[in-house]
């Protein structure tokens, strides 16, 4: 077992590389989490850093942590009058837009990958939820600022998609591992899950001001805790009752962040930062837990994944979702090119690897092999996506304009 300090040293050499690797990938225009992950692959046994790392467990304990505190914090962030207005747009991306996804995502990974149905299905499960929060900080360092509902709209399916996803995998990877679950079983289950999520989340969040509002504390660092402590405590008591912890983190983050309460700013912060620390944790655990050499075995069919998931799959799931005229076609093709595979996948690709699904090795390094292509493709060209169809703030045209026109 290494000294306690040599395991500090090389967690601290890790963290300041991905915190100037934030900063040069963003004058770059390529997305943090790219290089992070890139920064995990080199320091793991494959790489020069040669650190053996293969425990799928706590990866996937240490993803369920940082996806925690990422949800909250994005609930805490989201402004529910922004929200309000592309509520209905926005559920219909987090719900029917994933099962679409999955659906067009798997059939075409059932033959291209040799798979049989329900690996191939889960498959697309494990890559149908989008990650935006790299996306947000590729269009700050470049400036890039969006139309007024295109933001909002982005933003809330990011944070309300995942539970989706996590609940197709999870479903899935029961109905391979145990024969005697029926569909019906599972769909009973999504709709407690959920419901339970965002009525536990809601009362939860509620609960939560109360206390933020009440309390005095003898010190001000404590009331980081007591926030800490709020978030963990809505999630660990949804999952525990049966709902979506996942959900309702995000529901309640929703409601905390949108009332008033003594020392919100400094909680607002402190939770930032927090959040950039779990993210880049995940990012850098996840590196460290793939082998690149196993993925040249997967990289064509992967690359035809890829291909097929970027120009297919989440276009026809973002039109089907949106079949309003709210939305024009240049605003839907821009969030489809937005649906940018993140750490989510990788994470969820660990689920069927612990639960023993026969093809879970290769299902894991195609998910990493479409994670890397997504980040790397419409990463680094969303600002020019961006202006190319024309849905930058500075493109929009003035309503009296418009009138006069």
Known sequence: MPKAELILLVVGVLLLLSVLAAKLGGRLGVPGLLLFLAIGMLAGSDGPGGIW????ALAQFVGTVALVFILYSGGLFTRWSAVRP???????LATLGVLFTMLLTGAFARYV?????????????????TDASAVFSVLRERAVRLRRHLKPLLEFESGTNDPMAIFLTVGLTTLLTQPAASGGQVLLLFVQQMTLGLLLGYLLGWGAV???????????????VLSITLMLLVFSITAVLGGSGFLAAY?????VGNQDFPRKTALLSFHEGMSWLMEIGLFLTLGLLVFPSQLPGVALPALLLSVFLMGVARPVA???SLPTARFGWNEKAFIAWVGLRGAIPIVLATFPLLAGVEAAQKIFNVTFFVVLFSVLVQGT??????RLLRVRAEDEVPLSLAKEA
């Open 318 to 320: 973002v039109f089907l």
């Open 381 to 386: 060209t969303l600002p020019w996506v961006a």
């Open 251 to 255: 529901v309640a983050g929703v409601v």
């Open 53 to 56: 790392f293969d425990n799928y």
């Open 86 to 92: 592309i509520l209905g747009a926005g559920l219909s």
């Open 113 to 129: 990958l040799e798979l049989g149905w329900l690996e191939a299905l889960l498959l697309g499960a494990i890559v149908s939820s």
């Open 210 to 224: 109360w206390l933020l509002r009440r309390l005095r504390l003898g010190f001000d660092g404590l009331y980081a």
